[in-house]
């Protein structure tokens, strides 16, 4: 489908405005007004509202994420038969309640993100031989009525999650041998935000590259997902990260906004906004944004949930960093410095060694320094 956006008319806005008002966030009554098939103001409002509900970009736009959030979001668990397609994967809501279903039942569905994969298949097959049920890995209405009749063994805890808490304290505290992917923004062609002969795609590769060096002489293995010249999409770079079987999943950005007031340093990790969330992913954004504030200077704009597709495709704990917005004059001239870059590569990596610390031998926010990660790598004992 084409991007729609204020201003497009015909059959593909009439479709949207038709979900939008199903989820009653836009009112009934404008398509008896004549509104049916204009992509007007109310509907860029309800749009936004959908977004920031959803955990996407609130960008009022409706491209293929968020075309395909609205579409899932027509389905509940029943309304059609679920399979694993490798040629078209289904999405939607009733999927996520598959997945959210099985995993209280205890079996191992993989992350809640509304996307039949080969994962949800096995878990699926799992229950269905357990309870006697054709083992087909379809979900229909049999399978159904036995997921809706039996009691979960267990509620609360998101045990794909704490899975990703167990496996992260049976690494240990030492970085040597850890596989980190770093991802530089854009790339190629495509240089994100650009102001002043300041290129986004330029400046992340750059900090990349730093960070990788850093990382390294610690003894991880550090991957960076693209080249200089290179521009990967989302589900190719999460590809990557899957495919070398990382540990973490690091996105660099900077930001941008139409005002030149708009400044600082977030911080993004998986999650639905509704509780659903990466507890390893939410844990290290926290650390990564406060390590950031300290060191930097940058204003603090928090960590925040979403459910953008390099956090739902990467099996990895995940987690992007816009670092200051190249369209204020102070953050740009902050990022345009490279002694500056080489404070947040450090603080980076000072937040990576503190989510593997998990607390111990650790040292407030701020003050631990690259020599010390240096030397606790270097101890015989722990």
Known sequence: MRVLRRGDTGPEVAEIRSMLSALELLPRSDEANGHGSTFDLAVEHAVRAFQQQRGLITDGVVGPATYRALRGSTYHLGSRPLAYLVSSPVHGDDVFALQERLTELGYDAGRPDGGFGPQTERALKNFQRDYGLVVDGICGPATVRALRQLSPRARGGRPVFLREQEHLRRSGPRLRGKRIVIDPGHGGPDLGVSVAGVNESAVVWDLARRLEGRMKATGMEAL????????????????????????????????????????????????TGNGT?????ELLAGYIQRELAARTGLLDCRTHPKTWDIFTRTRCPAVRVEIGYLTNPDDRARMSDPAFRDVVAEGILIAVKRLYLLGENDQPTGTFTFADVLAHELLKTE
């Open 224 to 271: 960076i997902s693209r080249g200089p010249d290179h521009s990967p999409s989302e589900l190719q770079r999460a590809q990557f990260a899957n495919d070398a079987g990382a540990d973490l999943f690091l996105s660099l950005h900077c930001d941008g906004n139409r005002s030149p007031r708009a400044q600082g340093v977030a911080s993004f990790h998986f999650g």
């Open 277 to 281: 969330t990466s507890t390893v992913g």
